[in-house]
């Protein structure tokens, strides 16, 4: 059985099964199964079943969208537009250490998301209750990290293209200034640092491939001998 790529709000990715055969064009919006009910996204990739490792079993494409359906998820895009306002006014009241990134209506309107990022644990019981009493609805508020923010923002790198965690990056993996170090580039923060302020994820591309060559190559500060006498290394560049 084939399984689908469908992306979501603020490049939330999941996996989904078309168990009823449906004719599924990529780019294409799809109605699919979600907690305690439906979700709408579009469909990014379509991958062979033994190219993927799953940790739970996927959910259903129940099926294609329609106009209706279209509209209706531009409806909920303005009306999200209302939350992060409200809420955000009701942070202030009760004077709560949190930023609020973002608001995400499920596609039956059965449950609104709140993301937001804070430096500490924060109590926001109160805010919950309130939440739920204004919109009549499940509310669920979910810390996030500065690059999930990044990611639900968008955005374009220094290289001049979108963010990769926004274009096809699904896991974010550590990155260390080590890696840097290795490509000889600047550890000024400024330069290597992405619009979320870490580490550039794209630091760690290359990795495989210094850790592979640098081996072969002598160590800076080595003395080395050559034709016109001995010399001291001071710079390494594999690609040259």
Sequence with gaps: M???????KGSRKEYFVNPDCLSIKIRGFVIVQAERGEDMGRVTKKIPEEMVELEKKPQNILHL?????????????????????????????????????DAEF????????????????????????????TYKTRIELRQIGVRDEARRIGGFGVCGLPLCCTAFL????????QLAREQSLSLNPAKISGNCGRLLCCLRY??????????????????????????VVEKINIFK
């Design 206 to 231: 290359e990795k495989d491939v210094y850790e592979k060559s640098l081996p072969l190559f002598p160590k800076v500060g080595d003395k080395i001998e050559t034709d016109q006498g001995e010399g």
């Design 2 to 8: 084939d399984i689908y790529l469908v992306e979501f």
């Design 65 to 101: 969208a329609t106009p209706d359906d279209l509209n209706r998820l531009v409806a909920n895009r303005e009306k999200e537009k209302d939350c992060v306002k409200q809420c955000e006014k009701m942070i202030a009241e009760r004077n709560l250490e949190m930023k609020l990134v």
């Design 106 to 133: 499920q596609f039956d309107n059965n449950k609104i998301t709140f993301f937001f990022t804070a430096d500490k644990r924060v109590d926001f019981r109160e805010l919950v209750k309130e939440l739920a009493t």
């Design 170 to 177: 699904r896991e974010f993996e550590p990155i260390s200034t």
